[in-house]
Structures are given as C-alpha cells and as structure tokens.
C-alpha cells in the first residue's frame, strides 16, 4: 500500500499475499494511506495469522469499503501466513497457485494487454511472496528513483 500510495500516478495494481500488520491502531498504520492510492488492490489473508488477525482484516475491509477504490479482499481458508513461499515450513501448493491466479487476474484487468501481464516462469510460479506493485511507466528504464521528499 504504502508503494502505490508513494507512486500513485505510476502504479497501477497491487496486492498483497500474507501481508502482516496492514492494520492497527497506530498513527503510522499502513491503511492510513488509502486516500493517497489510485491503483487496484487485492490482498490475500492467511487464516489464524498473528500478523494479521480477523479483527484486523475486518478492520481492513472496512477502511478499504470506505476508500471506495477498486479492491478484493479474501481470506485463504487453511492457508498459515507465508503459504505462497514454496521451500517455506507452511508452503501450500494449491492455494499458493489461486494466489497466483489472482496476481496475473488482477494485473490483465488492470492492463487488458497481455504483453504487460507480470511474467513469472513456471519454476517461479508458485514462489512469490509478499506484496507486489506493477509500474505502467512504460518508459522507465528500471533504474532506482531518488526517494521522494514526505
């Protein structure tokens, strides 16, 4: 959130997948910055995760309602936080490759050109973890930008 929300005029999709503390109750919490986000967001939520418990995706849904951008929120049912982390003590195939149908999902809509969906190779697929941003910056030449001033 806080990467679309630093770059809302380049970034245009992203998701998140057993993110932890997207929600609190702290001044500096990530969902404070959900005025400042032009992109899609999707975000996939293990079940039981001390990182980010019900209450706080609860919470979540309700700030993301308020928002009123485009966004998804699901939990993965029997999926433990780092799920999508293939030599991870809690990796779950299936439910790691739904999260990676939604990834690409997410990015083809948010696109609706094929050449711009995120391209993973198959060893790969399933070995993502964290939260991804997609630039529509066509014309950025991968360098690192300067940090902008807050």
């Known amino acids: 959130m806080r990467t ?3 770059r809302p005029e380049k970034i245009a999709a992203a998701a998140s997948f057993h993110g932890g503390v997207l929600y609190t109750d702290t001044p500096t919490s990530p969902h404070l910055v959900l005025p400042r986000i032009k992109a899609n967001l999707y975000f996939a939520h293990a079940t039981d995760d001390a990182s980010m ?3 706080a ?3 979540l849904d309700r700030a993301l309602a308020s928002w009123g951008g485009k966004y998804e929120s699901e939990v993965y049912t029997g999926a433990h936080h780092g ?3 293939a030599d991870g003590p809690v990796y779950d195939q299936a439910q790691a490759e739904r999260a990676f149908t939604k990834l690409t999902s997410l990015f083809a809509r948010t696109f609706e050109v094929a050449a711009l969906i995120l ?5 790969h697929r399933a070995a993502f973890t964290g939260e ?3 630039r529509y910056d066509l014309a950025w030449d991968g360098k690192p930008e300067p940090p902008e001033e807050r």
């Open 57 to 59: 995706i609860e919470k």
């Open 83 to 85: 799920w999508t982390t």
């Open 53 to 55: 418990p019900k209450e």
């Open 4 to 6: 679309a929300a630093v």
């Open 132 to 134: 991804f941003a997609c």
């Open 119 to 123: 391209r993973i190779g198959e060893p």
